[in-house]
Every structure is written in structure tokens, then in C-alpha cells.
């Protein structure tokens, strides 16, 4: 009778514990779900502002260089704040430190999306074809100026418009520092609550997560810029445009509000997660039974603020008198201008250069390059395991993956379409303006109409055009008694295009092999600057890799993509006398400038990789050959292996793709 006492009295003793982790917010397996959902959701934004930059930039007439600097702006309060994350890694409350960033997220993409709620709505050029006024372009022998152009031009200069730019600005800087505590306190977290068995496991889930965000940003992006601007503000019989016109913008607010949403969602789980939990599998005693561990783990702990700050300028400096850490860096650097600026503005390359719509640039981008870098990137980090490369072996693959690079590159700089023949812009002739001259074509007008000699018009007035024909719903498709267009005196609404479409596969094909091979090196050169620092400074050394990631490459590479793009732009549109965005671009130089900067700076980061190799084979004939284990890998300690995971800690999830 007593052991049935005993046996029914220790049944709820034994089931306690069970029922005690049945709260999802003491088991790091709901963390690390929850980590996952909000990572994707913070790296959609950061993917969905890349596909939508050119958008923003029509709908409210920026040049490329400001949407460059647009694009850059969050890695400003990023690079400003990363360096505290090393100091206060274990000091916080960190899941609630993320839950806040999370939360800063969520705001600033609210902020982003402001504009569009707070302005008037899209006012192009040549929308209104039936009213009395010219601004749709017919030729007219009269055209005085209306006093509803300059109502126009008041609303277009209004606080709600001119403050655009600041709050789209306002809103990247608060999505950078909003950054700052996601990636390294949610990796450090799972780390010292993981078991040793299960916490690589985990950290590839966020690798993986990591890697397919960006991607789910840019496909989210060619969904929503089929939507029209304002299709929120008008009824559907008030949308002219298609969006194969080159004056059409596409929603480019819809994706930051549906990112808002999933950041908030995911942000609530981080308000009841404890600031510790159990480890996983009884790991207290593996902790316990290491007492020097804790000692090598935590220095930062013993470190006051000032002496942090004090010993970061001394430490990044005795980093950067390593040779090969130093090389391996800036070959980095230049790979990733390459890629900042790529990511902003290829989309706009493929729109430009083949003829096609925004979405359709944007989701060759998400759908083949991304995923294509991506795979590089795993298979360049198991090529490294399987051959068990030494640090010169690693050179070695970085330089060879680079030369195939160039050489996959080097043709996309011959792929592409020309200019088609624009009247009165490209090329430049003061004749083909004569025939249109009495007509009193707005200075602003821009309705591109394709004559049916080939030539391609600003507007139908530029094309001297008198008659229009139009659809059921209203929309002019084609324009009658043309007298600068030879022959039938024809011309349809829409641009001649590009006649090349029949390069846009290979093209793309081979950009995505280009990203394929780059992305190879990722893992092996980042495995050169772990193997060649001091196992004391690595996280240093990491931290100040990716800081000079931010000040030589994210940061000026949009601007100086954009830059360059600028210089080729042969037409630039105006409205109420103020210049705005470009609206035709010289194709060749396009290519050949945006392309070129590429190459050159593949050429940069495959130089530093030669130099490593010949540092390297100098120094290999310096020494006595020692012998080979499995492989070059010098022995690496525990203490030394948790610094490598420590050096995740400082990085975030735009660099682990990149």
C-alpha cells in the first residue's frame, strides 16, 4: 500500500520538471524560431528598399546620386553604435534589447512609407489628353500658360513634398540603429543556451534565414510595384498608365507597411523571454566543469566603458599591421562596393538596358542572382572543409575564384542594347526640334510616343502630332498627322525600346554565374582573417572588418554607383523649373561606366588576393617546411573556437549575405 502511495505521490514529482519547460519562452528551440521570423522580416525591408530605390526615385524626381545616398544612410547609425555591442554583449537584458530594436524597426518603416500618405499624388507629365491645357503634348499652335500649372507647381513644392527626402532619410537612419542589437545579441543568446551539439545547428537555421531575406525582399518588391502608386487615392477608370510605361511607379509604399506589420508581430515574443534560461541537455555542468572558461570568455565584463574605448583604437591598429589581415580586408572592401552598389542599381541596369519593367528587373535580381550568391557562398565554406585547406590553400582558392570572376564579367560589358534614336536628344540635332517649333511644347512635357519611322518622341508634341486616337477606357494609343515623323506621319504611345531583347537571358545567366563565382570567396577569405589573428583579437578584429566594410564600402558604394550613373543621363526631366530624375539615359555609356566600375573593382580585390598568395610563398621560403597534418590548419583551442563564434556576435545579417 505504501509503494502505491510512493508510486502515485512521485508521479507528479517526476512529471514537474516537464511541466515547468512547457513555457515556449524557457526553450532556446522557440528563440531560435522566433530569431529566424523576425530576421527575415528585418532583411525584407533591407532587400525590399533595394528593388524599390529606382521607384522612389521617379515618383519623386531624385538623381541617382541622392538615391544612392538614400540607400547608404542606414549604415550610418549602424556603424556609429556596432562598436558598443562588444562591450555590452552579457550586460543587458538582450532579448528585450532585440524586442526594442525590433520595435525601432517596425517605426521607421511606418516612417518610410509616410510620404506617399502626407503628399499629393503622382502628378506626371502628359497625364490629362482631352482638357484644353498642352501638358499632354498634342501640337498647338497656342498654349498660353494656365493658372492651373501654377497651382501644380504649388502643391509639387509643398512642405509634404519637399519633406519626402528627410523622412525617407529619417527613416533608413533609425532602420540602421534599429540593427544594431538583432544580429549579435540573438546569436550570442542562442550560443550560451544552446548545447554544444545543437547550437551549429542553429546558427546555420539563421545563416539560412539570413540568406533567403534579401532574396524575399526583392520578389516582394516586383509584387508590389505591379500595383499602381495611388491606387489607394484613385478609382480605377483614373489609372492611364500601364506598367510598361516609362513614366509609371509602382507602390512602393505597399511593402514597407506589410514589413511593419511582420516586424511588430515578431517583436511581441521578445517582451516575455527571460533575460537566461536552462541550458539545453543538462549543459550547466558542462559549463561548471570548465571554471578557466569563464575567465577566457568574458575579459569585456571586467572592462569599464572608457578602457573599452581606450583599448579599441590600439587593438584595431596592431590588427592592421598584419599583412595578410590587412590584404584579405581591403579585397573585401572592394568586393563589397562591388556588391552594394550592384544591389541598389542592377535592377535599374536591366530595366534601362533590355526594355523591361521594374518587377520583372527586380525579380530576375531576387529569383537567380541572390540565390545563385548564396549557393557560392555554402559551397566556397564546404570546399574549404572537404579539402581542408591551410591559409595559403585559402589564398589560393580566393585568387583563382576572383580571376574566374574578371574573366566571367569582362563580357557583360558588350551585352546590352543602344541608345535608339531619341529626336532633338540622342543624337543631339537642333533640326529635328524645327518641325515641332510653332507648336509651343512645354519644357516639361515628357509622354514618350514611338514614331512609325523608328524615331522615338519626347511627346506627341515634340512629334508635332495633331490628332489622337484612343481606346475604350479613354487611353491614347496612337496619335495621327505627325508632321516630324516621315512616311504616314504615324506614332504609338509608348518608347521604341531597345531592339535587343534576345541578350536579356544570356545576360542575366552570366551575371548570375558572376555571382555564383564571387560569392565562392566569402567563406575562405573570412576563414584567412580567423587562422591569422590572435585568438585574443578576433572579435576586435572581426568588428573592425566589417566597420571598415561600412566606411569604404556600403557606405560610399550606392553613392558612387549612383554618381556614375548620373554622368550618362542625356536628358533630365524638369518640373517647375527645378531638375528632376533622369529620363533618358546614353545606353552604351551606361553600360560601360556601370559595368566597368564593376571590373575594376574585381581587378581591386583580385590584386590583394595575388599579394596574399605572394606573401604566402615568401614567407613559406623564409622558413623550414613543416610537416602537414590532414591539413594547414594551425591547432585551434576551445577558447579559440568559442572566439570564432564570438565573431559572429558583431555581424549582421546584410554582411553574412554579402
Not at 47 to 71: C, D, H, P, V
Not at 208 to 226: H, K, Q
Not at 328 to 346: D, E, I, K
Not at 539 to 558: D, E, K, N, T, W
Request: glycine share 10%; hydrophobic share 40%.
Amino acid at each position: 500500500m505504501g509503494a502505491k502511495d510512493l508510486s502515485v505521490n512521485s508521479d507528479p514529482a517526476v512529471s514537474q520538471p516537464p511541466a515547468r519547460r512547457r513555457s515556449p519562452f524557457h526553450a532556446v528551440k522557440f528563440f531560435v524560431f522566433c530569431h529566424s521570423l523576425l530576421q527575415l522580416a528585418q532583411l525584407l525591408v533591407s532587400g525590399y528598399m533595394k528593388s524599390s530605390i529606382s521607384t522612389i526615385e521617379r515618383r519623386y524626381g531624385f538623381s541617382s546620386q541622392k538615391s544612392g545616398l538614400l540607400a547608404a544612410f542606414n549604415e550610418v547609425g549602424n556603424t556609429v553604435l556596432i562598436v558598443f555591442v562588444s562591450f555590452f554583449g552579457s550586460r543587458v537584458h538582450r532579448p528585450r534589447f532585440i524586442g526594442g530594436g525590433a520595435l525601432l524597426a517596425c517605426v521607421a518603416s511606418l516612417l518610410m512609407a509616410l510620404p506617399h500618405f502626407v503628399g499629393e499624388a503622382y502628378d506626371y507629365t502628359g497625364r490629362v489628353s482631352t482638357s484644353g491645357e498642352n501638358s499632354s503634348g498634342l501640337c498647338q499652335s497656342e498654349s498660353p500658360v494656365t493658372a492651373s500649372s501654377n497651382q501644380s507647381c504649388s502643391r509639387q513644392e509643398g512642405p509634404a513634398q519637399l519633406g519626402a527626402y528627410p523622412l525617407l532619410l529619417l527613416g533608413q537612419l533609425l532602420l540602421g540603429i534599429a540593427a544594431v542589437p538583432i544580429q549579435p545579441f540573438g546569436i550570442s543568446f542562442i550560443d550560451d543556451y544552446a548545447s554544444r551539439k545543437n547550437s551549429p545547428l542553429y546558427l546555420g537555421i539563421l545563416l539560412a534565414v539570413t540568406s533567403i531575406g534579401p532574396a524575399v525582399g526583392f520578389i516582394t518588391g516586383s509584387l508590389m510595384l505591379r500595383f499602381y502608386v495611388d491606387f489607394d487615392k484613385l478609382s480605377g477608370d483614373q489609372i492611364r498608365l500601364d506598367h510598361k510605361d516609362l513614366r509609371w511607379v509602382g507602390a512602393w509604399w505597399l511593402g514597407f507597411l506589410m514589413a511593419s506589420g511582420l516586424l511588430f508581430l515578431t517583436a511581441l515574443p521578445y517582451l516575455f523571454f527571460p533575460s537566461s534560461m536552462p541550458k539545453e541537455d543538462g549543459g550547466e555542468d558542462v559549463v561548471e566543469s570548465g571554471p578557466d572558461c569563464k575567465q577566457q570568455t568574458n575579459p569585456l565584463q571586467e572592462m569599464s566603458l572608457l578602457q573599452f574605448l581606450k583599448s579599441f583604437p590600439r587593438i584595431a591598429l596592431r590588427t592592421l599591421r598584419s599583412p595578410v589581415y590587412l590584404l584579405v580586408v581591403l579585397a573585401q572592401v572592394n568586393l563589397a562596393a562591388l556588391l552594394s552598389g550592384l544591389a541598389t542599381f542592377m535592377a535599374k541596369f536591366l530595366e534601362w538596358q533590355f526594355s523591361q519593367t521594374v518587377s520583372n528587373s527586380t525579380m530576375m535580381i531576387g529569383g537567380v542572382c541572390i540565390p545563385l550568391a548564396v549557393l557560392g557562398t555554402v559551397l566556397g565554406g564546404v570546399v574549404m572543409r572537404r579539402m581542408n585547406l591551410s591559409v595559403r590553400g585559402a589564398s589560393k582558392l580566393c585568387t583563382v575564384a576572383i580571376l574566374l570572376c574578371l574573366f566571367s564579367s569582362t563580357p557583360l560589358l558588350f551585352m546590352g542594347c543602344p541608345t535608339q534614336k531619341i529626336a532633338g536628344v540622342f543624337p543631339h540635332s537642333s533640326d529635328a526640334s524645327s518641325c515641332s517649333s510653332g507648336c509651343r511644347c512645354p519644357q516639361e512635357a515628357f509622354n514618350p510616343v514611338c514614331g512609325s519611322d523608328g524615331v522615338e518622341f519626347r511627346s506627341p508634341c515634340h512629334a508635332g502630332c495633331t490628332a489622337t486616337e484612343t481606346d475604350l477606357s479613354n487611353n491614347a494609343t496612337n496619335f495621327s498627322g505627325c508632321r516630324c515623323v516621315a512616311g504616314v506621319g504615324m506614332a504609338a504611345s509608348g518608347t521604341c525600346g531597345g531592339r535587343c531583347s534576345g541578350l536579356l537571358v544570356p545576360f542575366v545567366a552570366l551575371l548570375g554565374v558572376t555571382s555564383f563565382i564571387a560569392s565562392f570567396s566569402q567563406t575562405p577569405s573570412f576563414m584567412m582573417i580567423l587562422r591569422t589573428v590572435p585568438s585574443e583579437d578576433k572579435s576586435f578584429a572581426v568588428g573592425v572588418q566589417y566597420m571598415l566594410f561600412r566606411v569604404l564600402a556600403f557606405m560610399p558604394g550606392p553613392v558612387l554607383y549612383g554618381s556614375v550613373i548620373d554622368t550618362t543621363c542625356i536628358l533630365w526631366g524638369k518640373k517647375c523649373g527645378q531638375k528632376t530624375s533622369c529620363q533618358y539615359y546614353d545606353l552604351d555609356r551606361f553600360r560601360q561606366r556601370f559595368l566597368g566600375l564593376q571590373v575594376v573593382f574585381v581587378c581591386g580585390g583580385l590584386l590583394c588576393f595575388l599579394l596574399t598568395v605572394v606573401f604566402f610563398r615568401r614567407r613559406a621560403g623564409s622558413r623550414e617546411p613543416q610537416p602537414e597534418g590532414k591539413g594547414g590548419y594551425e591547432p585551434v583551442s576551445a577558447s579559440a573556437k568559442g572566439k570564432e563564434l564570438e565573431d559572429l556576435k558583431t555581424r549582421r545579417p546584410e554582411d553574412l549575405t554579402a
